[in-house]
């Protein structure tokens, strides 16, 4: 089975976004969520150590569909490894299904579905909000930007509008608890949801002046 120290030479040793530190509060979420769930944790662990493997840097030609590249990726990693062809093909499935965005394959397995959960979670509460500011200084975008109209209504930007920190939590943060699978990870995330709202309510009120 796959270790942490050996997934470590997949990643880059800073990104503050996608990093190493990512992958390990990943894999711990996989490893309680999992053994609650009673998941088959070699694959959900494994997957876990591969999931971000590929191009998931912003700066990188392959970060739109990395999960792709991630789960291709593995499979060569586990066939290397000797693995079965069914064991390879359900971690394949794991990584392809992670993505909130771009997500043409939902998680139909239990193991997929923990991931999912592991995943998202690190993208919400305390280290969320750290990590999505992170992302944004990456883009060059900003805190908070008014969201127009359209955004609000569709969750595209109009010609010209900047997509900030805001609009990531309008569109994406605040939803993420209702996405998730298992109930465990619900459980888990309703602190780090209500940490999301506070923070955002008082982003928005000192940014207008209203606090």
């Given at each position: 089975?796959?270790?942490?120290?050996?997934?470590?030479?997949?990643?880059?040793?800073?990104?503050?976004?996608?990093?190493?530190?990512?992958?390990?509060?990943?894999?711990?979420?996989?490893?309680?969520?999992?053994?609650?769930?009673?998941?088959?944790?070699?694959?959900?662990?494994?997957?876990?150590?591969?999931?971000?493997?590929?191009?998931?840097?912003?700066?990188?030609?392959?970060?739109?569909?990395?999960?792709?590249?991630?789960?291709?990726?593995?499979?060569?990693?586990?066939?290397?490894?000797?693995?079965?062809?069914?064991?390879?093909?359900?971690?394949?499935?794991?990584?392809?299904?992670?993505?909130?965005?771009?997500?043409?394959?939902?998680?139909?397995?239990?193991?997929?579905?923990?991931?999912?959960?592991?995943?998202?979670?690190?993208?919400?509460?305390?280290?969320?909000?750290?990590?999505?500011?992170?992302y944004?200084?990456?883009?060059?975008?900003?805190?908070?930007t008014?969201p127009?109209?359209?955004?609000?209504?569709?969750?595209?930007?109009?010609?010209?509008?900047?997509?900030?920190?805001?609009?990531?939590?309008?569109?994406?943060?605040?939803?993420?608890?209702?996405?998730?699978?298992?109930?465990?990870?619900?459980?888990?995330?309703?602190?780090?949801?209500?940490?999301?709202k506070?923070?955002?309510?008082?982003?928005?009120?000192?940014?207008?002046?209203?606090?």
């Amino acid at each position: 089975m796959l270790t942490l120290e050996q997934a470590r030479a997949w990643y880059p040793a800073y990104d503050p976004v996608h990093g190493f530190d990512h992958i390990e509060r990943v894999y711990h979420l996989c490893e309680i969520i999992g053994k609650a769930e009673d998941a088959n944790m070699e694959i959900v662990l494994t997957a876990a150590l591969l999931h971000d493997s590929q191009g998931s840097s912003p700066k990188s030609s392959m970060r739109y569909d990395h999960n792709l590249h991630s789960a291709e990726f593995a499979g060569q990693v586990l066939e290397e490894l000797g693995w079965l062809p069914e064991c390879t093909q359900a971690v394949q499935h794991c990584i392809r299904a992670h993505r909130f965005r771009h997500n043409s394959e939902k998680p139909s397995t239990l193991e997929a579905k923990v991931l999912f959960d592991a995943d998202k979670l690190d993208v919400i509460g305390a280290i969320g909000i750290a990590r999505t500011i992170a992302y944004a200084i990456q883009a060059q975008e900003p805190y908070y930007t008014q969201p127009s109209r359209q955004f609000q209504k569709t969750g595209k930007t109009q010609a010209g509008e900047c997509h900030s920190v805001y609009h990531e939590y309008l569109y994406k943060l605040r939803n993420v608890k209702e996405k998730l699978y298992t109930s465990t990870g619900k459980r888990l995330a309703e602190g780090r949801h209500e940490f999301l709202k506070l923070f955002f309510s008082q982003l928005v009120g000192e940014m207008r002046g209203e606090r």
